[in-house]
């Protein structure tokens, strides 16, 4: 009888073991000595990444507004320089 209150006893622990673990796979897993679980930590480096890729996006817009003012302001260069003869 004894043998089988023990276990008994260790099936229970398995189980509340089980439980705990099917638990953390629910809730996300948690971070170790944290209280965020790793779909939010996840979740938060997704929201760096794509706050860092807008300010990319646009500074690489503001480049290209720059690079065509260049380009326009080369050409109207090019218009001068053509109009001013050459012994001057």
Do not use: C, W
Not at 7 to 18: D, K, M, P, Q, T
Not at 24 to 33: A, F, R, S, T
Not at 44 to 72: A, G, H, M, P, Y
């Amino acid at each position: 009888m004894k043998e089988l209150d023990a276990r008994a006893i260790e099936l229970r622990v398995l189980i509340e073991e089980n439980r705990h673990k099917r638990k953390q796979v629910y809730d996300g897993g948690q971070v170790e000595g944290s209280n965020m679980s790793y779909r939010d930590l996840l979740n938060d480096k997704f929201d760096e990444v794509k706050k860092i890729q807008s300010q990319k996006r646009s500074k690489l817009d503001r480049l290209s507004t720059l690079n065509d003012r260049i380009r326009e302001l080369e050409g109207i260069k090019q218009n001068i320089l053509k109009s001013i003869p050459r012994n001057y």
